[in-house]
């Protein structure tokens, strides 16, 4: 059985009378649990009908597509992403001509390109994609990632001036660029330099061949959502057009397939928090695909290390692979994950994957030594009434502030900013913001101001450093500029797409919900709520004990396994664990698992509300 709310009266009721899902005003975890934006609309409901009818589809995954917008005209591409349906035109992004023309040009001419690289993620992968590219097409390429403690973030001179000095006349930084015009103007005479990039910037522009940026005020073409390797991407689509206009193409010259990068495109989408929608669902759904025939060598090695025996998901990218490709940036070998990802040799390609595990599990404790002390600052802030949260510490190190700033984000609903404080007594630090506030443009409208010495990044990322004497006076900027963020509730209403029963939690319904797949921002997987469960059973199980399966019995007699990860000091656990055996609401992911020939539900639990 499943349900959504179905309000008497011919109109919704306003959200503030909107009443919370199973009556679950405070859940253990201290969140309300309320509908999904039109779940509780009736409109929404004939709507999801509509497309259920319309595309043969079972009536909840029609429902869920209401919920989320998706209209009929573009459901059948929603479930069924093409590129010939969804692939842009590379051309309406502003400059991308003149880059493609350039690196043609280079292509034909055999020239050595260098690739200046951001050192997360997005960076390595962008770097990737187009290392792959030219060399394919004959090229020698150059790359350099900065060292985020003794270069920090964007180009640097003497990083660019050293790639020109190996023999590039051609340089392409991705990832970054767009707000270093007084670094890029000094290489004029010295080389070529193209800019792919989609970090915000409102300084002038780099006097330089080429900035490809679809979040350049003059950009028209909607594709300000997209990550760096997806822009460098498009720019091997619009080269390769170009070569092959050019003629250049032919039987010692095969024109290459530019399909298998698109697993590199799937990873940074992903892991930069792209939302899974247009454009970028079509990347990330055919890029798993790639993925998962495991051909890019590194990636393989690392899907191994990481205990990713399935098909790779979204889920995989964001919480296996790109923790560990990150961690070589945060507090290790800044080049480590992109030299994996290019690695061609299977035994190198696995030392190089087992390093970035061992360096991710060295970044969780360093996480971890920083965490709880910013966890008591963060709240002696809020409780003090500030509405952003600012904070830098001498001894924290600075490759894990913005994991840090994620955390207490998530933990206070605040934008929060981390600094780690430099022995010249300046802070470098990185923030993250909540939906709906603009963290990126209030960090540039601080370094325009004079209060930071660097500064920019996205709505929801920035990073910043400055004076430690100007961090009074940055904080009361920032609680200024978001004064939205001191009206903030202290934590975020549990977003529930359907009530289920027990009954009607089958592997069927968990296979329907998943014709949603990729999972992500701007596409949540459905988070359905069980009401009345009855528990009989609960086990600790898992290496560390840190699983909790619970076993759930249905009114019919049929059982339902729940699982709850990270058990240990949960309050979640305590509830679960209840010896008297309480009737409980649970919240969750239904997802349907294969074993042996066999498909089971299996619930994963996230909250959990006294029935």
Same mark, same amino acid.
């Given at each position: 059985?499943?349900?959504?709310?179905?309000?008497?009266?011919?109109?919704?009721?306003?959200?503030?009378?909107?009443?919370?899902?199973?009556?679950?005003?405070?859940?253990?975890?201290?969140?309300?649990?309320?509908?999904?934006?039109?779940?509780?609309?009736?409109?929404?409901?004939?709507?999801?009908?509509?497309?259920?009818?319309?595309?043969?589809?079972?009536?909840?995954?029609?429902?869920?597509?209401?919920?989320?917008?998706? /209209?009929?005209?573009?459901?059948?591409?929603?479930?069924?992403?093409?590129?010939? =349906?969804?692939?842009?035109?590379?051309?309406?992004?502003?400059?991308?001509?003149?880059?493609?023309?350039?690196?043609?040009?280079?292509?034909?001419?055999?020239?050595?390109?260098?690739?200046?690289?951001?050192?997360?993620?997005?960076? =390595?992968?962008?770097?990737?994609?187009?290392?792959?590219?030219?060399?394919?097409?004959?090229?020698?390429?150059?790359?350099?990632?900065?060292?985020?403690?003794?270069?920090?973030?964007?180009?640097?001179?003497?990083?660019?001036?050293?790639?020109?000095?190996?023999?590039?006349?051609?340089?392409?930084?991705?990832? #970054?660029?767009?707000? /270093? =015009?007084?670094?890029?103007?000094?290489?004029?005479?010295?080389?070529?330099?193209?800019?792919?990039?989609?970090?915000?910037?409102?300084?002038?522009?780099?006097?330089?061949?080429?900035?490809?940026?679809?979040?350049?005020?003059? #950009?028209?073409?909607?594709?300000?959502?997209?990550?760096?390797?997806?822009?460098?991407?498009?720019?091997?689509?619009?080269?390769?057009?170009?070569?092959?206009?050019?003629?250049?193409?032919?039987?010692?010259?095969?024109?290459?397939?530019?399909?298998?990068?698109?697993?590199?495109?799937?990873?940074?989408?992903?892991?930069?928090?792209?939302?899974?929608?247009?454009?970028?669902?079509?990347?990330?759904?055919?890029?798993?695909?790639?993925?998962?025939?495991?051909?890019?060598?590194?990636?393989?090695?690392?899907?191994?290390?990481?205990?990713?025996?399935?098909?790779?998901?979204?889920?995989? #990218?964001?919480?296996?692979?790109?923790?560990?490709?990150?961690?070589?940036?945060?507090?290790?070998?800044?080049?480590?994950?992109?030299?994996?990802?290019?690695?061609?040799?299977?035994?190198?390609?696995?030392?190089?994957?087992?390093?970035?595990?061992?360096?991710?599990?060295?970044?969780?404790?360093?996480?971890?030594?920083?965490?709880?002390?910013?966890?008591?600052?963060?709240?002696?802030?809020?409780?003090?009434?500030?509405?952003?949260?600012?904070?830098?510490?001498?001894?924290?190190?600075?490759?894990?502030?913005?994991?840090?700033?994620?955390?207490?984000?998530?933990?206070?609903?605040?934008?929060?900013?981390?600094?780690?404080?430099?022995?010249?007594?300046?802070?470098?630090?990185?923030?993250?913001?909540?939906?709906?506030?603009?963290?990126?443009?209030?960090?540039?409208?601080?370094?325009?101001?004079?209060?930071?010495?660097?500064?920019?990044?996205?709505?929801?990322?920035?990073?910043?450093?400055?004076?430690?004497?100007?961090?009074?006076?940055?904080? /009361?900027?920032?609680?200024?500029?978001?004064?939205?963020?001191?009206?903030?509730?202290?934590?975020?209403?549990?977003?529930?797409?359907?009530?289920?029963?027990?009954?009607?939690?089958?592997?069927?319904?968990?296979?329907?919900?998943?014709?949603?797949?990729?999972?992500?921002?701007?596409?949540?997987?459905?988070?359905?709520?069980?009401?009345?469960?009855?528990?009989?059973?609960?086990?600790?199980?898992?290496?560390?004990?840190?699983?909790?399966?619970?076993?759930?019995?249905?009114?019919?007699?049929?059982?339902?396994?729940?699982?709850?990860?990270?058990?240990?000091?949960?309050?979640?656990?305590?509830?679960?664990?209840?010896?008297?055996?309480?009737?409980?609401?649970?919240?969750?992911?239904?997802?349907?698992?294969?074993?042996?020939?066999?498909?089971?539900?299996?619930?994963?639990?996230?909250?959990?509300?006294?029935?």
């Amino acid at each position: 059985m499943l349900s959504t709310a179905s309000p008497e009266g011919a109109h919704a009721p306003t959200p503030a009378a909107t009443p919370a899902v199973l009556n679950v005003e405070h859940s253990v975890n201290a969140r309300r649990w309320s509908w999904r934006e039109g779940a509780d609309n009736p409109t929404t409901n004939r709507l999801g009908a509509a497309l259920a009818q319309q595309l043969g589809i079972p009536e909840i995954v029609g429902r869920l597509l209401a919920m989320r917008g998706v /209209s009929p005209e573009h459901a059948p591409h929603f479930l069924a992403p093409t590129l010939r =349906a969804l692939m842009p035109d590379p051309s309406c992004l502003t400059d991308m001509d003149k880059a493609a023309a350039r690196m043609a040009q280079a292509v034909q001419a055999g020239e050595t390109i260098g690739i200046f690289g951001d050192y997360d993620v997005d960076g =390595a992968c962008a770097s990737a994609v187009l290392a792959a590219f030219f060399e394919q097409l004959g090229c020698s390429v150059l790359t350099h990632i900065p060292d985020r403690m003794t270069e920090g973030y964007g180009p640097n001179l003497p990083a660019l001036e050293a790639l020109v000095a190996q023999g590039a006349r051609l340089l392409v930084c991705v990832d #970054c660029g767009t707000a /270093s =015009a007084d670094i890029l103007n000094q290489l004029a005479g010295k080389a070529d330099v193209v800019v792919l990039d989609h970090h915000k910037s409102e300084d002038a522009l780099p006097a330089i061949l080429a900035t490809v940026n679809p979040n350049r005020a003059d #950009c028209s073409s909607g594709l300000g959502h997209i990550c760096a390797a997806a822009l460098s991407f498009l720019a091997t689509v619009a080269t390769r057009r170009t070569l092959r206009e050019n003629g250049f193409f032919n039987a010692s010259h095969p024109q290459p397939d530019l399909r298998p990068l698109l697993d590199l495109v799937a990873l940074a989408t992903v892991c930069d928090v792209m939302p899974l929608q247009g454009v970028n669902r079509l990347f990330v759904a055919e890029g798993l695909k790639v993925m998962a025939a495991r051909q890019r060598i590194g990636v393989a090695a690392l899907l191994e290390i990481a205990g990713v025996s399935k098909a790779p998901d979204a889920f995989s #990218c964001g919480f296996a692979l790109g923790p560990r490709i990150n961690a070589g940036g945060r507090i290790a070998e800044a080049a480590l994950g992109l030299r994996l990802l290019r690695c061609p040799d299977v035994h190198e390609a696995k030392q190089m994957a087992e390093r970035l595990d061992a360096v991710n599990r060295r970044r969780q404790d360093v996480e971890a030594d920083i965490l709880d002390r910013a966890m008591e600052q963060a709240a002696e802030q809020k409780d003090a009434g500030h509405g952003v949260i600012l904070l830098a510490g001498k001894d924290w190190h600075p490759g894990v502030v913005g994991i840090v700033a994620g955390r207490i984000k998530e933990r206070f609903n605040r934008p929060a900013l981390v600094g780690a404080q430099q022995e010249d007594g300046s802070i470098k630090g990185s923030g993250r913001s909540v939906a709906g506030l603009d963290l990126g443009t209030v960090i540039i409208a601080a370094r325009q101001a004079g209060l930071l010495k660097t500064g920019g990044g996205h709505a929801m990322a920035a990073g910043f450093s400055l004076h430690a004497d100007k961090l009074a006076e940055f904080h /009361s900027f920032l609680d200024t500029r978001l004064p939205q963020a001191a009206e903030l509730p202290p934590t975020v209403d549990l977003t529930i797409d359907a009530v289920v029963a027990v009954t009607g939690a089958t592997a069927e319904l968990a296979t329907d919900m998943a014709a949603l797949a990729p999972f992500g921002a701007g596409n949540p997987e459905p988070l359905i709520a069980l009401p009345n469960v009855h528990i009989v059973r609960t086990d600790r199980i898992g290496r560390d004990s840190n699983t909790l399966r619970v076993l759930i019995r249905a009114s019919n007699g049929s059982r339902l396994k729940a699982l709850l990860f990270k058990a240990d000091n949960n309050p979640l656990a305590v509830v679960l664990e209840d010896a008297t055996r309480p009737p409980l609401h649970l919240a969750g992911y239904l997802r349907a698992e294969s074993w042996n020939g066999r498909t089971d539900a299996t619930f994963f639990v996230q909250d959990v509300a006294r029935a």
